[in-house]
Antibody
Framework: EVQLVESGGGLVKPGGSLRLSCAAS????????MNWVRQAPGKGLEWVSS????????YYAASVKGRFTISRDNAKNSLYLQMNSLRAGDTAVYYC???????????????WGQGTMVTVSS | EIVMTQSPATLSVSPGERATLSCRAS??????LAWYQQKPGQAPRLLIY???TRATGIPARFSGSGSGTEFTLTISSLQSEDFAVYYC??????????FGGGTKVEIK
């Protein structure tokens, strides 16, 4: 079964750090670009960051650039998001999501994890 | 940045009726548009990509149309499991990838 499972969320104080992980299974992880998408409570979806299958590219939303770092370990079938200098506005459910853009031009998210909640509060 | 605008914000529809959701892009995105469905407490699910291609396992009652700046998601006969929030997303000109604000389809 194709699956993505996030972990690492929790409660952190403003200015703190957190590292999210996403474990992939059921597909050849290195053949897919991977992404982080977040959703603040009661709000819509916001793209956060993307990384190419071989880490060939890395992109960030303006709202997180310079504070968040995306990375992947293809040997461990894992995606990561290091979040530093966290703010209240970063409070959201964070989803990892796969896109097939490596072999197509389709940068749509065909597989999603269940999400992990990050709460930034004092 | 391409801004995606969805309308209406809320759509009240009776089961069995047709639902038509709109998505507009601030500049042309060609056919590089996807639609997602999200139910409460769940992750989004990909419905449509390439503006009109159904994703794997998506029922035929879901159809997408449009190109350029105007797009439509049509649900031909609403089932109880279709009441949810729907988002569009463009991937023509990125980063950033951008989503619309969503349309909630509720029971009338």
């Amino acid at each position: 079964e194709v699956q993505l499972v996030e972990s690492g969320g929790g409660l952190v104080k403003p200015g703190g750090s957190l590292r999210l992980s996403c474990a992939a299974s059921g597909f050849t992880f290195s053949n897919y670009n991977m992404n982080w998408v977040r959703q603040a409570p009661g709000k819509g979806l916001e793209w956060v960051s993307s990384i190419g299958g071989s880490s060939s590219y890395i992109y960030y939303a303006a709202s997180v650039k310079g504070r968040f770092t995306i990375s992947r370990d293809n040997a461990k079938n894992s995606l990561y998001l290091q979040m530093n200098s966290l703010r209240a506005g970063d409070t959201a459910v964070y989803y990892c999501a796969r896109d097939p853009g490596m072999t197509t031009d389709i940068v749509a998210f065909d597989i999603w994890g269940q999400g992990t909640m990050v709460t930034v509060s004092s | 940045e391409i801004v995606m605008t969805q309308s209406p914000a809320t759509l009240s529809v009776s089961p069995g009726e047709r639902a038509t959701l709109s998505c507009r892009a601030s500049q042309s995105v060609g056919s590089n548009l996807a639609w997602y469905q999200q139910k409460p407490g769940q992750a989004p699910r990909l419905l449509i990509y390439g503006a009109s291609t159904r994703a794997t396992g998506i029922p035929a009652r879901f159809s997408g149309s449009g190109s350029g700046t105007e797009f439509t998601l049509t649900i031909s006969s609403l089932q109880s499991e279709d009441f949810a929030v729907y988002y569009c997303q463009q991937y023509n000109n990125w980063p950033p990838l951008t989503f619309g604000g969503g349309t909630k389809v509720e029971i009338k």
